[in-house]
């Protein structure tokens, strides 16, 4: 890690609990949650190119296999948070068969349906799911009855450093690369030996594993899930935090997720101004920022060089 | 010993237009071979066939004697078929040597050897200098070799190149020229050029092949061909350019 902001946000990171109340800490455990969402859903959309306006349904996959297993069948969150990950992932390649046919807009609506889908079957499933009332899926616990904020904090940072780590893994692996060349090219990627049906499969299990853990955290670290948590907003919020952020950036995706995530809360004061100030937030940043916010700092304080690195959808037609 | 590559009775339709109709073609081991054409002659579709972007209606296509048609056109690299573009496209967020990796590990390599080769490769075509700068950065004419380099990586036994001097200027055609010759005879491939620059194909290719409103009109050698009454009938116009 030779970035000095990478630096900063792990120092950061870890100092936090000493400088941050309580419930500051548990808007930000939040928000660290979401980031592991958006760092799936980056790997699908950022690196691969696959829009999904659904990626919430994922969690909320995750967020109930997650807690019917451990409230209905006694697993521990050891394991049942893990399944949950595999649970989605397993959807997002059933998912993403479907989904190899279509591209751009197609994609995007078929995605979106999946999700308002996912959020409708969790609210009519009474029996299962607890309808609109939800489910008390058990708290992460470590010594106390209750857990401390800044246990929760400190557990999400590890997953998502983890998280984290094998999403910049990925992006550097041959599977990454040939992501790259899917999105950008896909007529050159099968030329040069790429199967673009496969790639896109794995990055949309991949991304849908992501997703699931997130979900299967969230459940836990809250304490309460329904349906409404994982609707069309949660996904159009993910989205934007991935756009925000930075799109193709594994680091913009967790600061573009812990900025909206600090920034809703901080903005709960003003409920009916929020959404206005939000779209408006993102209209500027797609407007001149398109790189996003990380790719800004990358840009003004610890290089010269130009960033060409900017996402676009230069998608070949043909040869 | 068979052709690298065989195209009999090649017949493509798209809608109403017959692109190509009952073409012919062989190449033998180690030739380099042009196709010519005027604009919509059907070189780039015969391209596209071989390289299975394109399912042709009749006809069939062997590469060292095995039947091409079956495989998909992301199989065709590890098979040893690699093919450039007319225009090339780059990848965003992959350095130059990222772009050339692609090929190599795709291609069939693994690992270390592929990040070796890959540089090898950059190597061969005076890229090293760039081989961690984005290729966005480079002039068009660079940006060309990065996509020769990216189809080389992966070795390949038949080398396809679509208009390789489009947009390039005189020096940097004859540039071009020389490389495809020396990567001829250092990597011992076979080469088919589309080209509509027909001078290059002349100092370059051993045979060549002419298309015209999708029908082979004749084949030889560049001198053959460049007298052949068919080639100067389908050229009017370009005649001179022929001729010269």
Redesign the interface.
């Known amino acids: 890690m030779r970035n000095p902001w990478a630096w900063s946000l792990a120092l950061g990171a870890v100092l936090l609990p000493a400088v941050v109340p309580g419930y500051g800490l548990y808007v930000l455990t939040l928000g660290l949650i979401f980031a592991a969402a958006a760092i799936g859903l980056n790997l699908l959309t950022g690196q691969a190119g696959q829009v999904s306006m659904g990626h919430a349904g994922f969690m909320g996959i995750g967020a109930y296999t997650s807690a019917l297993l451990s409230l209905r069948f006694a697993f521990p969150l050891a394991l049942s948070i893990p399944l949950a990950a595999v649970g989605a992932a397993v959807v997002g390649l059933a998912l993403g068969v479907p989904a190899l046919r279509l591209s751009g807009p197609y994609l995007a609506v078929a995605t979106l349906g999946f999700g308002t889908f996912v959020s409708q079957f969790l609210l009519k499933w009474e029996s299962l799911t607890g309808g609109y009332m939800g489910l008390k899926p058990h708290r992460l616990l470590w010594t106390s009855a209750i857990p401390e904020d800044w246990q929760l904090y400190y557990f999400t940072v590890a997953i998502l450093a983890g998280l984290s780590w094998l999403a910049l893994r990925v992006e550097r692996s041959?599977l990454g690369?040939?992501m790259?060349?899917v999105r950008?090219?896909e007529?050159?990627?099968?030329?040069?030996?790429?199967?673009?049906v496969r790639t896109k499969l794995a990055a949309f299990a991949l991304s849908a594993g992501y997703a699931g853990l997130a979900g299967a955290l969230q459940a836990h670290v809250v304490g309460f899930i329904s349906p409404s948590d994982f609707s069309l907003q949660a996904s159009i919020f993910l989205l934007s935090a991935v756009v925000i952020g930075g799109l193709?950036s594994v680091p913009g995706a967790v600061v573009g997720a812990v900025a909206l995530t600090v920034g809703f809360q901080a903005l709960s004061g003003v409920r009916d101004l929020r959404s206005i100030l939000y779209g408006g937030a993102m209209v500027l940043v797609v407007m001149f920022f398109p790189g996003g916010l990380w790719r800004l700092r990358l840009n003004g304080l610890f290089t010269r060089k130009p960033v060409?690195?900017?996402?676009?959808r230069?998608r070949?037609t043909?040869? | 010993m068979p052709p690298v590559l065989e195209v009999r009775d090649l017949r493509v339709r798209f809608g109403g237009v017959t692109a190509l109709d009952g073409v012919n073609l062989a190449v033998a081991p180690g030739e380099v071979a042009g196709i010519i054409g005027p604009n919509g002659a059907g070189k780039t579709t015969l391209l596209n066939v071989v390289s299975r972007f394109v399912t042709p209606a009749q006809g069939t296509v062997y590469f060292a004697g095995q039947p091409l048609l079956r495989y998909k056109s992301h199989q065709l690299a590890r098979l040893g078929i690699g093919r450039t573009f007319q225009i090339p496209r780059m990848l965003v967020g992959l350095s130059v040597l990222d772009h050339v990796l692609v090929g190599a590990e795709h291609g069939g390599l693994s690992g270390p050897r592929a990040r070796q080769t890959a540089r090898e490769t950059l190597e061969q075509l005076n890229l090293s200098a760039v081989a961690d700068v984005s290729p966005l950065a480079l002039p068009a004419p660079l940006q060309k070799r990065v996509d020769l380099a990216r189809a080389l990586a992966g070795r390949p036994r038949l080398l396809l190149l679509d208009e390789p001097a489009a947009g390039l200027a005189g020096e940097e055609r004859t540039a071009l020229g020389e490389l495809v010759r020396s990567l001829q005879v250092r990597l011992g491939c076979t080469v088919v050029v589309v080209e509509h620059d027909v001078e290059l194909v002349s100092r370059v290719c051993d045979r060549v092949f002419v298309l015209n409103f999708g029908r082979l009109i004749a084949e030889g050698t560049p001198q053959e061909v460049r007298r052949h009454p068919a080639v100067l009938e389908a050229y009017l116009g370009e005649a001179e350019h022929v001729g010269a």
Do not use: L
């Not at chain 1, 007529?187 to 673009?196: E, H, K, L, R």
């Not at chain 1, 060409?308 to 676009?312: G, M, N």
């Open positions: 041959r690369r040939a790259v060349a950008d090219a007529w050159v990627a099968q030329a040069s030996g790429i199967d673009p193709a060409a690195v900017v996402w676009r230069s070949a043909g040869p």
